[in-house]
DNA sequence: CCGTTGTTGTGAAATAATTCACTATGCTGG
DNA sequence: CCAGCATAGTGAATTATTTCACAACAACGG
């Protein structure tokens, strides 16, 4: 229990993590991992497996269900959720720019520290209130920055060059949005998110019945 | 093997099927399983495994590899993607035109009938030359254009709306962006694509050393 | 004070997915 | 034509994840 957490569990952890927050603002105080579960389209089961993989001391007594606070800190503590990242966003495209512009994609702890692109006048950049800079800059930029994480959103041609740079610059994950698949040395850890192939996926899914 | 493909397999059949129509157009003929999986970070094993889910006949033959022209479309008909999609986007917000606006997003077989906004008069829209309703048509034009598949990107406060006006009107799976877990009729696909987890969720794998 | 109820936590079973080990086969070079 | 080699296909083993079943426990009502 101590050590691992399987890699699902962390992502069901993430999105109960950020329920709690909306609760804890409604005053809700107390609830149960049956009504998590029900907002989570998960079953309670799977909530009280997870939460327990976090578990040194008990987050839930008896009858009333977890204290939201209590279990709120508890996820943030184990999953690094207190500490301040600095991120950055690589390729101030379309998409680029409306992650940026999306205040809740970085959290209260998560803040963007510089942008990068090849066009550095970008107008709305500008306004979005960021600081950028050249691509070529990256590993300069990012080292002295101290940038823990980045978003990359640069046309596939460029991806793995800029995950390098990135990647030299002492960036330790990297969300890639790039079709490409980029290769980095095992410490760096990669999240794919590819938005061309999902709406395949769903349309096969579709197709089969599942 | 007829029957049921496992849906990992599904996603990383998708994925070798866009990565073999990139070969096809550079004029390759021929590909082994060890490196379609080394360019897509997968092993040859799972390669294989995935590709004999959707075998009746043989694709690969003897040393060579597989035949990428033979390979292609014995994925594309198993999967569906001979069959044309109409997909709709409902909240034409800065992602929404984003994706829009990405045309690798939306492959050759699925086209982009309508969006929907509260807002019919953005400029964007019109310059990205998609016909714009307001929301409260949705009903009724996914079904008079025969819409299958919805994309979602509206505030997370009206998603479960625009779902349930989705549904009624026919459509049969939706990628859903928003942070809200919308609730449909098993029959209709919902594929959650969460953007502010996953920035979070890169920030644990960071912190716990994955 | 005691049964009843609704809850968590967790070991164990079941299920799903990946990885492995091996066979068969076609290609290639000589 | 044959030996050697690189490859696909696949049943079996392994690993990972989810689901289940139940013990333990706190609150509540009478």
Redesign the interface.
Known sequence: MENK?P?PA??R???I??LLRDLSLQGVTLISSSALGE???VGAHNIRKDISCLMETEAGSGKSGYDVKRLKELIAGR???D?E?R?CVVGL???G???V??E????E??RVAAGFDSDVNLVETIKAGIDVYPSYEISEVVRRLNV??A?LTVPAANAQECANRLVRGGV????NFT?T?I?TEPAV?V?N????????????????G?
């Open positions: 957490i890699l962390v992502a952890l993430c999105a993590y950020r907002m989570l389209g999953l690094g959720f500490n990242f991120a495209g379309r998409l720019l409306a992650l512009r999306n809740r994609l970085f959290g702890k998560i823990e994480l978003v330790r994950g990297i969300l079709s698949v290769k850890k999240r998110v590819d938005l061309t192939g999902e709406l395949q996926i769903l349309s096969a899914l579709v197709y089969l599942i």
